[in-house]
């Protein structure tokens, strides 16, 4: 009987592996044809369109949203969002229904993207979708457009293979994961959920065992504008805000000087990172500058709360504008304006990491890899707030928010049949 049991599981990896090939053709240039919207925060929309387009092409039931449609600001975990229309912003949900006993599943994915800075520093143009040598380069090629394509084709692989899963699956596109992560909070909200959560973010085959949470903010300075040739009579918000950012360089230190003590990340070297994103001041060359904006980002370690975090922050700028003269009586404005996002763990030896490791082997011939992630993935919200096992686990690329972001094609191709063995060591498949 195990003989005959394995023979079976050979032949339909055999199947899948023969589906996956045979549509990769189609999966380059529709992952192409995904990469060259660009769907920066705000414009997604378009991308979103074509999506569920798509999704009903196959058949899928499907259900295009917007955050104001579940009123994403009435969750205690939703991220503030004061810089774009909710209405706006655009979630797309496909599932095939089945009446099966198997488990069923979230494969969910974001096509936001970053923008692409200086397009002359680019060796190609970042929306062309270029392929090269066995690459897919372009804004969104790797963080996560190619995983959205692998979890779409894993399926159309299944049904190809004439099997379908013996569960309900449903496919997930995304906003906002990289600012707020409310897209995914919407979809749970929204009523969607399932035995178990794939993500395929950008992890070159590994299983993100821990990430850290993160908590953005702004801080907007004043200052005193005079004439430059009397600058000693002003103040200048820019340098006002110079001096704030050397103190949170300082409190960063303190915080991974304590981060030893970390279960996950006490090996990592520096985990909690502190970042400037954004620095806009000054309105002339020859005055000093009345203000100074500054975006920042600041991350948390397991165990911690972007609460706990946020009053760090606080008292940080308590204690730094206490030993400034002018910062002390002119204190600068804190405005919390992104993720509020928590850390989260991947407990080892889940039944959903189980069947991950059974369909990676098949895959990949080799075992499963854990990694940390001193980033944020969405898997959060599933694990940490809705108590469901969520995976983050995906191609390998390189050069995420970077110039040349590219995606390994050959990478992408396995990654698709690991996760279609995926779906169905965990939801089991039925002949069509």
Sequence with gaps: MATDTMTKSESIADSLRAAVDRNFDDQVAFLQRMVQF???????????????????????????????????????KAAPMDDIDPAGSMQVVATADSDGKGRSLIL????????????????????????????????????????VSAMIFALDAIRAAGYAPDARVHLETVTEEESTGN??????????????????????HTLTRAQVGAVW???????????????????????????LIRAFEEYTKKLNAQAVRDPWFGQVKN??????????GGDWASSTAAWCELDCRLGLLTGDTPEQAMRGIEQCLAEAQASDAFLSENPAELVWSGFKADPAVCEPGGAA????????????????????STAVNDTRYYSVDYGIPAL?????????????????????????????????????????
């Design 271 to 280: 985990p909690i990172k502190f970042n400037v994103g954004l620095i806009k």
């Design 392 to 432: 983050c686990y995906g191609p390998y690329g390189e050069g995420p928010h970077a110039f040349n972001e590219r995606i390994d094609l050959e990478s992408l191709r396995k990654t698709t049949l690991s996760i279609a063995l995926f779906v169905a060591e965990w939801c089991g498949l039925r002949k069509l």
């Design 108 to 147: 969910q994915g974001h096509i936001d993207v970053v923008p692409e800075g200086p397009v002359d520093l680019w060796s190609d143009p970042p929306f062309a979708a270029t392929v090269r040598d066995g690459w897919m380069i372009g804004r969104g090629a790797q963080d996560m457009k190619a995983g």
């Design 183 to 204: 897209g995914a909070l919407s979809t749970l909200m929204r009523g969607y959920r399932a035995d178990a959560c794939l993500i395929p973010e950008p992890t070159g």
């Design 353 to 372: 990491e189980a069947a991950l490791s059974i369909a990676h082997q098949a895959a990949f011939k080799a075992p499963l890899d854990a990694r940390l």
């Design 38 to 76: 660009r769907s920066l925060r705000g414009e997604e929309a378009p991308q979103q369109e074509w999506l569920a387009q798509q999704f009903a092409d196959r058949g899928y039931k499907v259900d295009t949203f917007s955050l104001a449609d579940v009123d994403i600001a009435s969750h205690p």
């Design 217 to 243: 903010f702004r801080l907007r300075v004043r200052g005193t504008p005079v004439h430059v040739a009397y600058s000693e009579t002003g103040t200048s918000a820019i340098l006002s805000a110079m001096h």
